[in-house]
């Protein structure tokens, strides 16, 4: 536990930093404190725990390679200077930036530390009592909830003093619905920057839908398996630009050779009508923040522009060895974890199509509408990705609920035969993102309605 | 490894002590972490990592219900651990669950969890192996690696209640991530595998670069399937894990059948007669290899399915109270402090045919070497999923490789449908598993 206050962390990481001359070496240090309460209930179990600010330190510094140290102990900050090797003249192995001082705190509307323990419980239980109530096909409501609180300061030694204070907020909710032997659910998740007024602003006129949402599961049809138009629901879009096509463009994945993008900067890789970017600096989403845990200030990266590739996602290195500008994607789970190149908030830009339109146009087609999961296939372009519902589309209209439906094929192909994007407002939606299986940050990924020519489904 | 726990402990439990809970539990882990990354043939970032945390458990009696309180800490500050165990009084207090008490200490079967030569020379050994996987790398020249990991962990875990329960464990595993990339005439292909290894003895570098490269490389020859809606595919160990943990290893819960979402019923045939599973938190080489379980009860061993009949379900202390029967010592530690419900280590029971037999014995199959992400559906069994690596079998044997097209199935339903089950068996992470060829599963493309 590092027990000082924000301003004695800097100061010592100023003193620590101050070891290393930057012409020599690049050096940073980051602290990490993190406070989270997490609620779950489902019809058998109820449990509240509270992670009371885990706090930790890493430092590192850059030779031929990088050699990082992660400590939790006050104790062991003396010895940071001796566990790290010194050289000489070695501070141009990695691009300088100017040091930049940066002190924020993200206020909430309804501070969650400012409601009682009891408060936030009660309102779990009676959203799962609400739900339980409804219909007694509702075999069991599964609630989440969770509140952090995020303190990471940042010093290296071109100068840069950072602190960012984030509170994140999120809440799961899944009716289990269930009649003779079918079980199924569907599913609602919210989670942002912000405070319990998340929480607050959910209604039971919403409730009523989720959980119409889980019954209706309970009859939908299997989904039709082959190459059919499809529609990509904004959860659905958001998937595909994050996972099927931003973990290719993360910098790192085109420094080891392994992307499927490298060749294709400044090429063309999806149709005019899309934009994509990955965007740190969104005010109160999922995946923002001010600087990432590089000390690079959070900007917009503009990936995809009238469907030609602008830029790859970059960490402080990847940035330096492609001579390109990092916008804040070097990302740390914890102090324990490593920083690699990582999404934040990845999107399609709304496009001007009405998506009533857009289903009028396809005869016999599908529409995925509620994003699952996914996996990237950086080297090969390839893509899985999971729609936890869908509608039969037929004759121009909306008809049939289908169950799971698995998408997959080929990412640029789909991204080609991209023919209509809708004008709804940009809607993101919270999850968290894994490197490889692990090292889970949090992120957004959405867009609005996109329609694609053909593309490969099946039953998930 | 600095071992901090027992003055930390002792503070604790004086502090517990001192406002008079009666019932608590104190949870400690120290880990130490080693690993190195490589960029292609080059190490690129080594890190060390020390890290302690402690969960403090306190329970509030209600009659029939109790509260439990949970918070995780890693502050030895008298005043954060005195605030930390106020926060969990209060919240076991506004907690209610059905009932629950700590677990007293049983008999349990000592096992070795822990290499003492990793142990002592951490460093020594990750500067071994990273040297061995450069080396069989380099062995290779129909591939290129893009890049590797390999990871050492070394974790002391005391647990200690307050109905006396003292257990300690020591732990070593590693962490290997690889992608292989091979490329020829403008094709390219990989194989991207991750592996947590129990066992030094099992990270066998050799031969997992030899199997990686080789699939990295037939892939470049890789066809899409042909749509099948009737399919015999074999599945290999790592990839039947992802279907059958989170599946059967769910059904077979205490927490599913309490919930009533178990579709397995004690003495129903639910999987083919050839087909037997167990739980084995004793298991030496699974990853949850341990003499306790989570919450301190004695792991053993229990049969699951036996001969495709569905004999016993998997308790935690809160289950096994709830369903008025004992533990079998499946309560699992989980990273927020709690304690769940779930699977120690699985495993299947070897057939008595090789795998090569199983591949001549079939007419017109698939073997799936890996999938894009299995991901089934708990609750119904289902999945879809890309095939990212895998073979089309013509007449007994290996036709050509495929990649691309969909797979589809039902796990609760496959398991009643295993044709041929191997005598090879292989870890990956905590389950030992053979070979098994399914009947009836759907290709799609």
């Known amino acids: 536990m590092i027990d000082k206050s924000d301003d004695e962390i800097i100061s010592i990481f100023e003193e620590i930093s101050n070891n290393f001359k930057r012409s020599n070496q690049y050096f940073d240090i980051l602290y990490d404190a993190t406070s989270i309460l997490r609620i779950t209930k489902s019809r058998s179990e109820e449990s509240i725990s509270v992670n009371s600010k885990k706090t930790g330190v890493v430092a590192r510094t850059l030779l031929d390679s990088w050699h990082e140290v992660a400590i939790q102990d006050e104790i062991d900050l003396k010895n940071i200077p001796k566990k790290l090797p010194a050289r000489k003249n070695n501070g141009d192995a990695i691009t300088e930036y100017d040091g930049w001082k940066i002190d924020k705190e993200i206020k909430t509307k309804v501070d969650p530390s400012k409601i009682p323990i009891n408060d936030k419980i009660k309102k779990i239980r009676e959203l799962f009592d609400y739900i339980k109530n409804f219909d007694k096909r509702i075999i069991n409501p599964i609630i989440g909830y969770g509140e952090g609180l995020i ?69 939908a049809d299997s989904p039709p398996s082959g190459k059919l138009p499809i529609i990509l629901g904004p959860d659905m879009s958001g998937l595909i630009a994050h996972e099927s096509f931003g973990h290719g463009l993360e910098a790192d994945q085109v420094l080891r050779d392994r992307s499927y993008l490298k060749e294709r900067l400044g090429k063309k890789v999806a149709s005019e009508i899309c934009v994509i970017c990955d965007a740190p600096n969104i005010e109160g989403q999922y995946g923002s923040h001010f600087f990432d845990d590089e000390g690079i200030k959070a900007g917009k990266n503009i990936l995809v522009k009238n469907g030609i590739l602008k830029n790859f996602i970059h960490n402080r290195r990847t940035a330096s060895i492609l001579n390109s500008v990092p916008k804040g994607n070097g990302r740390r789970e914890t102090f324990a974890h490593p920083v690699f190149v990582r999404m934040t908030n990845t999107y399609f830009e709304p496009g001007d199509y009405k ?60 991204l080609q035969n991209i023919d209509a994007v809708s004008d709804d407002e940009l809607m993101l939606r919270p999850g968290t993102c894994g490197k490889g299986e692990e090292d889970f940050v949090p992120v957004t990924s959405g867009g609005s309605y996109v329609r694609t020519k053909s593309a490969l489904i099946s039953p998930g | 490894m600095k071992k901090v726990s027992v003055e930390a402990i002792e503070v604790i439990e004086k502090s517990l002590k001192s406002k008079k809970i009666r019932e608590y539990e104190i949870f400690f882990v120290e880990q130490d972490i080693y690993e190195t990354e490589f960029l292609k043939y080059k190490i690129d970032t080594v890190r060390e990592v020390k890290d302690i945390e402690y969960v403090v458990r306190i329970l509030t009696q209600k009659g029939d219900e109790t509260g439990i309180g949970i918070v995780k800490g890693n502050s030895l500050s008298l005043p954060q651990i005195e605030k ?6 209060l919240l076991s207090k506004e907690n209610s669950g059905s009932k629950y008490n700590f677990p007293e200490q049983k008999p349990q079967k000592p096992i070795k969890t822990a290499d003492q030569s990793i142990v002592k020379d951490p460093i020594g050994f990750k500067s071994d192996m990273s040297e061995k996987i450069l080396e069989e790398i380099s062995e290779h020249k129909e591939i290129t690696p893009t890049f590797s990991r390999f990871r ?10 307050s109905t006396g329960l003292n257990l300690e464990a020591s732990k070593t595993f590693f962490y290997i991530e690889m992608a292989l990339k091979a490329q020829s005439n403008g094709k390219l292909s990989e ?14 570098i050799e031969r997992r670069v030899n199997k990686w490269a080789r699939i990295a490389v037939d892939t470049l020859k890789a066809k899409i399937p042909k749509p099948n809606r009737q399919a015999i595919v074999i599945f290999p160990p790592n990839v039947l894990k992802n279907a059958i943990n989170p599946v ?25 007669d050839t087909f037997s599973l167990r739980d084995d938190g004793l298991l030496e080489g699974g990853l949850r290899c341990n003499s306790w379980d989570g919450e301190g009860n004695p792991h053993k061993l229990i049969e699951v399915i036996k001969n495709g009949i569905f004999k016993n379900r998997l308790y935690d202390q809160k289950f096994a109270i709830m369903g008025n029967t004992e533990s079998t010592g499946n309560g699992i530690r989980i990273d927020d402090g709690s304690v769940i419900n779930s699977i120690s280590n699985l495993e299947i029971l070897p057939g008595d045919i090789a795998k090569e037999e199983i591949i001549t014995s079939i007419k017109d199959g698939y073997l799936i070497e890996k999938c894009s992400w299995l991901n089934p559906d708990r609750f119904s069994g289902s999945f879809g999923t890309e095939i990212r690596n895998g073979y089309f079998i013509k007449n007994g044997q290996i036709e050509y490789p495929i990649k691309g097209g969909n797979i589809s199935g039902n796990v609760l339903e496959m398991i009643k449908n295993s044709q041929f089950i191997s005598k090879e068996r292989e870890f990956s992470l905590n389950s030992l598993f053979p070979y098994i060829a399914f009947k009836n599963l759907s290709i799609s493309s």
């Not at chain 1, 602190?163 to 079980?183: N, T, Y």
């Not at chain 1, 080297?379 to 909306?398: C, V």
């Not at chain 2, 595998?193 to 099992?202: D, G, L, P």
């Open chain 2, 84 to 89: 930390n165990i106020e926060i969990c009084q």
């Open chain 2, 191 to 204: 194989a991207w595998e991750i592996e947590y290894i129990k066992e030094k003895e099992e990270l066998n």
């Open chain 1, 355 to 414: 998506i009533e339109e857009m289903i009028s146009e396809i005869q016999h087609g599908v529409m995925l509408i509620r994003g699952y999961f996914g996996m990237e296939d950086v080297l090969g372009g390839g893509m899985q990705i999971s729609s936890k519902k869908g509608y039969l589309i037929e004759n121009g209209e909306k008809t049939k609920l289908l169950k799971t439906i698995t998408l997959s094929g080929s990412v640029l192909q789909l």
């Open chain 2, 248 to 272: 059967i290893g769910f059904h077979a819960l205490g927490k599913a059948y309490h919930e009533k979402i178990s579709a397995l019923n004690v003495d129903a045939k639910v999987a083919s």
């Open chain 1, 151 to 219: 303190t990471r300061i940042f010093v290296n030694n071109e100068g840069c003093q950072l602190r960012q204070v984030l509170p994140r907020i999120r809440l799961f909710i899944q009716p289990v619905a269930k009649e003779g032997s079918k079980i199924d659910f569907d599913y609602f998740s919210i989670g942002a920057e912000q405070g319990y007024e998340l929480v607050d602003e959910v209604s039971n006129k919403n409730l009523d839908q989720i959980i119409q949402n889980s019954l209706d599961m309970l009859t």
């Open chain 2, 152 to 161: 050492i962990h070394i974790q002391n875990k005391t647990l200690k209640n």
